[in-house]
T-cell receptor
Framework: AQSVTQLDSHVSVSEGTPVLLRCNYS??????LFWYVQHPNKGLQLLLK??????LVKGINGFEAEFKKSETSFHLTKPSAHMSDAAEYFC?????????????FGQGTELS | DGGITQSPKYLFRKEGQNVTLSCEQNLNHDAMYWYRQDPGQGLRLIYY???????QKGDIAEGYSVSREKKESFPLTVTSAQKNPTAFYLCASSRGQGFSQPQHFGDGTRLSIL
């Protein structure tokens, strides 16, 4: 069965310090992986995606994530946090051979 | 600019009433989705459609109905059978059903009970 676990429900950092949001996944095959951000009362915005190309993926707003197959992880990082980064972040798995493009969402990590 | 438009932004439902949430996209995407989001939870799939005039139930379809008569429109009806409809509803679309295709989201509709 496919699943995704966000290891922290809440992360708090000071402006200018690094951000680390952790995500582990479970998949029988190499999935596609996404990180989305959601600001209050807004929809989800795609930050970055991994689709079996380079393992280090760069996204928007200075975020990046590294796919580590041996650790089944896809952690999101940013070197220096900004106030505007405060939001909810979702790690999302799209397993291969899925039906109709169905995605598997993590429970979310609130960054403050 | 291309995108997904959801309306209304806020909606109130009376007991026993059906309400319809609108979702329109001008991205020329084939696939469309409806999700429900409750506080502290991830997104749960209600219905999805891969092509016009076809749709499938997601994980929590009971008490909801949809139609897909046009490529750009995928309205969701919350029926009186849905006993706990208070939630944030998100519509999304993607270019296709391939697993590498990201989904693009609207800004949501917040539904409350009067």
């Amino acid at each position: 069965a496919q699943s995704v676990t966000q290891l922290d429900s809440h992360v708090s950092v000071s402006e200018g310090t690094p951000v680390l949001l952790r995500c582990n996944y479970s998949s029988s095959y190499s999935p596609s992986l996404f990180w989305y951000v959601q600001h209050p009362n807004k929809g989800l915005q795609l930050l970055l995606k991994y689709t079996s190309a380079a393992t280090l993926v760069k996204g928007i707003n200075g975020f990046e994530a590294e796919f580590k197959k041996s650790e089944t992880s896809f952690h999101l990082t940013k070197p220096s946090a900004h106030m505007s980064d405060a939001a909810e972040y979702f790690c999302v798995v799209s397993p291969p051979y899925n039906q109709g493009g169905k995605l598997i969402f993590g429970q979310g990590t609130e960054l403050s | 600019d291309g995108g997904i438009t959801q309306s209304p932004k806020y909606l109130f439902r009376k007991e026993g009433q059906n309400v319809t949430l609108s979702c329109e996209q001008n991205l020329n995407h084939d696939a469309m989705y409806w999700y429900r989001q409750d506080p502290g939870q991830g997104l749960r799939l209600i219905y999805y459609s891969q092509i016009v005039n076809d749709f499938q139930k997601g994980d929590i379809a009971e008490g909801y109905s949809v139609s897909r008569e046009k490529k750009e429109s995928f309205p969701l009806t919350v029926t009186s059978a849905q006993k706990n409809p208070t939630a944030f509803y998100l519509c999304a679309s993607s270019r296709g059903q391939g697993f590498s295709q990201p989904q693009h989201f609207g800004d949501g509709t917040r539904l409350s009970i009067l």
